[in-house]
């Protein structure tokens, strides 16, 4: 992205994502931004965003999605011109944060993103290189609009509330179940 220019944006081609691991490494050649945007669709004020941001005194991570809007400030932990490790893992509603192996943000109610995986630049060139991208396999049962379609044991006494979305998914009395 050439400075003072509107924000570049490369989606990853291919199926949606629901989960993943990205791990990857980037370089600044001067001061900008550069970051990841998950469950990316034609609303991006539906995915979620982490951007790392750096001028010549500073750096802060930046998380967007709904309901989330957070900043951490990285101090003098982002510089330009020098690589640095990125670990972004996004399960259910889980999003973890690593920069240079040391995690920096943690969020236990980012919601589900499904969607395609990019990476974004800002004012800067970024170079992006040894991305890796892993399939975070999850499931979720609220008894409402994701329910999963248990197997149970001969003999089991599992059951739903007759009340969706009472906060309880599944009620067991005996056995066991596990995922078809």
Known sequence: A???NA????????????????SFAALLTDAG???????????????LKATLRTDSQSATLCVTAPGIQETVDLGTKLTPDQWNKVVIEHWAW???????????FTHHNAGPYTGAIGFTAKDTDA?????????????????????IPWVTDEGTSWFRPSEPG????????HG????A
């Open 2 to 4: 050439e400075p003072g």
């Open 33 to 47: 931004e550069f970051g990841v945007i998950l469950g990316a669709k034609s609303d991006e004020n539906e995915s």
């Open 94 to 104: 889980v999003v973890n944060i690593s920069l240079n192996d040391e995690l920096l």
């Open 166 to 173: 009472s906060g309880v998914a599944l009620v067991g009395r």
């Open 7 to 22: 924000e570049a944006l490369a989606l990853i081609n291919g199926s949606e994502w629901s989960g993943c691991r990205i």
């Open 127 to 147: 170079i992006f290189d040894n991305i890796e991208i892993q399939e975070e396999v999850w499931y979720a049962d609220n008894g409402g609009e994701q329910q």
């Open 176 to 179: 066991s179940i596990s995922i």
